[in-house]
Structures are given as C-alpha cells and as structure tokens.
C-alpha cells in the first residue's frame, strides 16, 4: 500500500525536470502505467490509491502554476480527471484479469489433478495397490495427508454387507511428513458402522469439516484420536466414501495442516471426483479378485490334489497361475495308474483364461482319466479326446447370441504318455503340445524327438505314436508352454534354458522342479506354468514272471501249477486258492473264445497282477446269466474274486487282466 502511495510520488518528481519538454498527457500516460503496474499486484485497493496519488501528484508538479493543487485551464483539468478516471479503470480491469487467471490456474491444477487421477489409479486390479495410488496422486496437490480404510471383504473379494458393522483396515496412507499421528497400515481389522462410518454426509456425498478445532462430529468418522490430531497441527479435514454401485467399500480422509489453506467449499467436488475414481477401480479389483478366486478353486478342485500312489516312476509336480486380468487359465497335468504296473502321464492346456477355460479343462481331464481307463494306446485316445472336443466346439456356436460373450470356439492342446516298468518302454502322442525334455541317468537332458499333431479340435489329421525304451533313473520333464515361451525370449531360447537348468544335479525332484521355476518363471508370470517331472523305475525280473500257454484246455491244470508254484517262491502262499481260481477262469476263456499264442504272466507289485494274453481282438463284457444258462459265469466269479480286473487292447490282441491285494505283513 505504501508504495501505492510514494510510487506515483517518486516517478512525478522525476518528471518535473522535463515537464515544459513535452505535453502533459504524455506525463499523465506515464503515471496511467505507473497505476497500472501498481495494480496488476492484484490488489483492488492499492490501485484505488495509486490512481488517486497519481491524479494529486500531477496536478501539485506537472501542470501551472506548480507546486499548487490548482488547474488554470480546462484542458488541464480534463486531462488529471481522465487520469484519475482510466487509472481507476486500468486498476480494476487488473485486477480482475489476475483474479481470472487465479481462477484459470486452479481450474488447470484441478484438471490437471483429476486427469493424473484418471491414469494413476486403477492401473493394476489390486484394491491395496489401488488405495496407495489414490493416496500418492492427492498429497501435495490437494491433501497434506490422506488416509484409507477398505472393508476386509473387499479385499478378499466378498460383496459389502448391506447394513450392520464390518471389518475395516488400513490400507494406505501418504503425507508431506513421515511424522503423523494417523494410524499406520495394516493392523488388527476394526469394527465399524457400514452406514455412518462411510456415508460421510447424510447423503453419502464427501463431508468437510474447515476448522477441527470448532467441531467434534468429525472425530466419529475417523479412527485417530482427537488430541493428538490437534496437536500435531491438523487444520481441516475432508471425508468421502468410496462408493460403487451401491455399495460403501469404504472410507478416503484428506487431511490439511496449519501451514496450508483450509479446505472450502470448492474443495468437495474434487475430492468426490477423487474417491469415485478410486472407487470404481477399487471395485473393479475386487470382483476380479472373487473371480479369480472361484477360477483358482475350481482349478485346484478339479487338478489332482494327491499324485497316486505307484511304483512305475517318482513324480513331482508344480503349478503356478498366471499373474494376468484374465485371471487362470487351463492347463492341467496328471497321473494315471494303469494295468500291469504302468502308468499315464498327462499333460494339456485349453487356450484362454477364466472360469470358462477352467471348465473346459475340467472336461478334458475327465475325458483323458474315461479313457485311459479303456487302456487305448496314446494316439487313439488323443483320436476320441479330438473328437470330443469339435462336439464341445460345436456346442458353442449353438448357444444362442444373449449367451455369446461366455462362449468362443475350444482350442487345447495334449500330450498323452505311457510308461511300462516292466518293459521300461514309453509310448506318447503329442496333439499340438511340446514335447517332453529327457535327462538321462548321466544327467543329461535333451528335447525329445517325435512327431507332434495339431491342436485339440482340428479333426481330420491322425495323431502319431513316438515310442522309445528308457533306462531305469531317466526323467521325464512334461510342461506346459507358458514355462517356456515369455516376452523377452523365444521358445527355442526357453526350450534351451529349460534343458541347462534340468541338467543340474539335484537330490530330489521336487528340488529340480524348484530349480526350474527359478531359472525359467517370471515373477509375474504371463500364462499358466506345469510342470510335471517323472523319475523312471524298473520292476526287476524276480518279480515278474510268465509262461505260453498252448491251444489245449488240459493244459490249465499246468497253467493253475505254475502260477502256484510261483506264489510259493514269493511267499503269498494266502493268495494261492482264489489265484488258482482266477487263472484257471481266464487260461480256459483264452483257449475257449481266444487265439494262439496264449500267455500267462504274474507280477509282483503294489498288488498281484495276473494277465492272460490271447491274439484275439474280441473284448468279453461281463454280463447277467440267467438261471439256465451253461457260460458267461467265468467273468463274474474274476469280478467278485479280484480287487480290481479289466481288459486292454495291445497290437496283438487282447489283455486280460484282474488284481488282488496283497497280505498285510506285520
């Protein structure tokens, strides 16, 4: 203000020496931008004063007689009354052009700030994440210090209780100090009133409180204890609930201190604007939360919790679901006790992600376990599993369109494997899968050879049967691609990192599993991983033994002799009556209803296994006899004498098949 004053004072009296050098109006224009400068400060008043200053001064120096607050002519006078006059209005148009560019300014900042808001929060679907960003983007800007609290259920992706209490945590808090009395994140969840804690306002808009100190209804909203808010200099608070179809998933506060303007009126707009923001993604994350956690129990509930017991190869498996806004996908492995002390190993993968490829994975494995039951060699059962799923295609495109945004054609891909530790033989078939990496005893792991066939629901195209003898300590490494292919790095690269970290000498298999998730798996992986690795083993022949049978039916006699003649060597000399039952049934079906050669053999397992081999194709069907008839019992007595029986088809003809348990050894 004092310059105002003296101002105009100061540039008249540096006028006077020139004042009969040029006309009065150019002195007077000099003080116009003398007051215009005055009040382009942004202040009103201080430009009323510097006109009215300017308008004194020039009349007291610059114009006759001099030095008197006088005119001696009318032109005189006009000109120190249009300077009085456009000084006033110069000053008042400065004035305003300031205010209207303050109020540019913070519509540019609360633009700017809401737009940051837009493309801060919600960028990953995690609802902590997502209360830290909303935290992050508004101190400094528009809060000293802004704390959040999320119902427990939000975070676990359960819907909001529609009235009652609930479970509240702390899941983010930001300042311009690390010394605050606000209640850090984490800790012991905390009851509180769904309704009044997060509506804020009766109206469930953002409520502000200007002054604490002249109020105490803002201390019900917010969990930190009054005294040492005040203390530490909290000026003003604003409170706004995240809100999203209906629901409160909680509670945003924006906090000012002493040394920043307190919050106004203006202020609830952008901090509503801010919360509905984070609300929305907030929301967002947690139905992707319930939803991925339904995909991951289904998954899980539909993978093999327990690898069977069996003594063909050690396994040892591992899964890791994709870290993606989809959510799981469909990959899935198993293990498959067949007859005759083998076993199934499976791996596949349904394309895509969700609950849907879920399902879809849950068929398909369903179907794999069906049919390997039937005991069909690799490349038929990947024949009927093709065939299975163009049904299950076809099926999609006929759901009507108000269904379409659940349906899409099914795509999967195979690898189907079987191991025989008697014969240490491997046959496998391949629909559109990698193939496996083989280590051998000596440790060394190469990508196997074979032929690999197209996808799950190509149709048309027949699967091929790569078969190899394996020594006993070989491995198995069956994946799913995601293990191998990433964004950084083919999958030839990935194939090649897979082999080096199989080669590594380890202890166990669950060790070299370990092993290759640290070397190949991303921290966040972009698909699911499988990986399922199978460690060889060898029946020894002094547990196996088998004999030819002829085409003569007083030959089972001979049949029933050295089957109990092997019991005896192995010393299950309580099996003997119903084994000489079982063989005697099936040696005399083969060479009633079969074809030479007939072979008989015995293995010593988990069970005792009996096999009686024909080269005829014909499957016998256990069925109902009536009270005349004269055949069809000799089934039903191996069904009710064995724990388990079945047939299987081999390249030469047939298998029958039945087991018995073991005695308990004490």
């Given at each position: 203000m004092a310059f105002a004053l003296v101002g105009p004072l100061i540039v008249s009296l540096l006028l006077v020496p020139f004042r009969t050098a040029f006309p009065r109006t150019d002195s007077a224009l000099v003080l116009v931008a003398v007051v215009v400068a005055v009040a382009a400060l942004g202040y009103r008043s201080a430009g009323v004063v510097a006109a009215l200053s300017a308008t004194l001064w020039f009349d007291f120096f610059l114009t006759r007689p001099w030095r008197a607050l006088s005119v001696t002519s009318a032109q005189e006078a006009w000109t120190a009354?249009?300077?009085?006059?456009?000084?006033?209005?110069?000053?008042?148009?400065?004035?305003?052009?300031?205010?209207?560019?303050?109020?540019?300014?913070?519509?540019?900042?609360?633009?700017?700030?809401?737009?940051?808001?837009?493309?801060?929060?919600?960028?990953?679907?995690?609802?902590?994440?997502t209360a830290q960003e909303l935290a992050q983007v508004a101190v400094g800007r528009f809060a000293d210090f802004v704390t959040v609290d999320l119902a427990v259920c939000v975070l676990t992706g359960e819907e909001m209780p529609s009235e009652g209490v609930t479970h509240v945590r702390r899941v983010a808090v930001a300042g311009v100090r690390r010394d605050h009395p606000l209640l850090p994140v984490g800790g012991p969840p905390r009851l509180a009133l769904c309704d009044p804690l997060a509506r804020g306002s009766p109206c469930g808009r953002a409520r502000i409180e200007p002054d604490l100190r002249a109020c105490v209804d803002w201390q019900a909203l917010v969990p930190e204890p009054a005294g040492a808010v005040l203390e530490h200099g909290m000026r003003s608070l604003i409170t706004a609930p995240l809100r999203a179809r209906g629901s409160v998933l909680g509670m945003v506060a924006f906090w000012r201190t002493q040394d920043t303007r307190?919050?106004?009126?203006?202020?609830?707009?952008?901090?509503?604007?801010?919360?509905?923001?984070?609300?929305?993604?907030?929301?967002?994350?947690?139905?992707?939360?319930?939803?991925?956690?339904?995909?991951?129990?289904?998954?899980?509930?539909?993978?093999?919790?327990h690898l069977p017991q069996q003594t063909a190869v050690d396994v040892a498996s591992r899964y890791l679901p994709a870290d993606s806004r989809a959510g799981v996908g469909g990959d899935w492995f198993d293990v498959i006790p067949l007859s005759g002390s083998r076993v199934a190993l499976v791996v596949g993968d349904v394309v895509g992600h969700g609950i849907n490829a879920s399902a879809t994975m849950g068929r398909l494995r369903t179907a794999v376990r069906t049919l390997a039951d039937v005991d069909l060699p690799p490349d038929e059962l990947l024949t009927y599993l093709d065939d299975l799923v163009i049904h299950l295609t076809d099926d999609e495109q006929d759901t009507p369109e108000e269904d379409t945004d659940t349906t899409g054609g099914v795509g999967a891909t195979c690898l189907y494997a079987v191991y025989d530790p008697v014969a240490r033989h491997c046959a496998l078939a391949s629909a559109g899968h990698p193939l496996p990496v083989l280590v051998t005893p000596g440790g060394r792991a190469d990508l196997m050879c074979g032929f690999t066939g197209p996808p799950l629901g190509v149709g048309g195209l027949p699967f091929e049967t790569t078969e190899l003898d394996l020594a006993e300590g070989s491995t198995l490494a069956l994946y799913s691609d995601g293990l191998v292919r990433a964004s950084d790095r083919d999958i030839d690269a990935g194939l090649t990192k897979l082999c080096d970290a199989l080669s590594v000498p380890d202890a166990s298999l669950n060790t070299a599993c370990d092993t290759v998730l640290r070397t190949l798996a991303a921290d966040r992986p972009a698909d699911d991983i499988t990986l399922l690795l199978a460690r060889t083993r060898a029946l020894t022949p002094d547990r196996v033994a088998g004999w030819d049978i002829a085409d003569d039916p007083a030959l089972v006699i001979q049949a029933r002799k050295l089957a109990v003649e092997q019991l005896d060597a192995w010393g299950l000399w309580d099996l003997t009556f119903i084994t000489e039952l079982l063989v005697s049934e099936l040696v005399t079906n083969a060479i009633r209803y079969g074809a030479v050669p007939i072979h008989l053999r015995l293995i010593r397992d988990r069970k005792l296994i009996i096999e009686v081999s024909d080269a005829s194709s014909t499957t016998p069907h256990l069925r109902r006899t009536l009270a005349y008839d004269e055949g069809g019992r000799g089934l039903v007595l191996v069904a009710q004498l064995s724990h388990n029986w079945g047939t299987r088809q081999t390249t030469a003809g047939k298998t029958i098949w039945c087991e018995q348990k073991l005695p308990v050894t004490e």
């Open positions: 009354a249009l300077l009085l006059a456009i000084g006033l209005a110069v000053s008042e148009l400065a004035v305003r052009a300031l205010s209207q560019r303050d109020r540019a300014r913070s519509a540019h900042d609360r633009l700017k700030l809401l737009h940051d808001a837009g493309t801060a929060i919600g960028a990953t679907l995690d609802a902590e994440r307190p919050f106004t009126d203006s202020d609830l707009s952008d901090a509503g604007e801010l919360a509905a923001k984070a609300a929305a993604a907030i929301d967002n994350a947690r139905r992707y939360t319930r939803e991925r956690a339904t995909a991951l129990a289904l998954q899980r509930n539909l993978l093999p919790r």
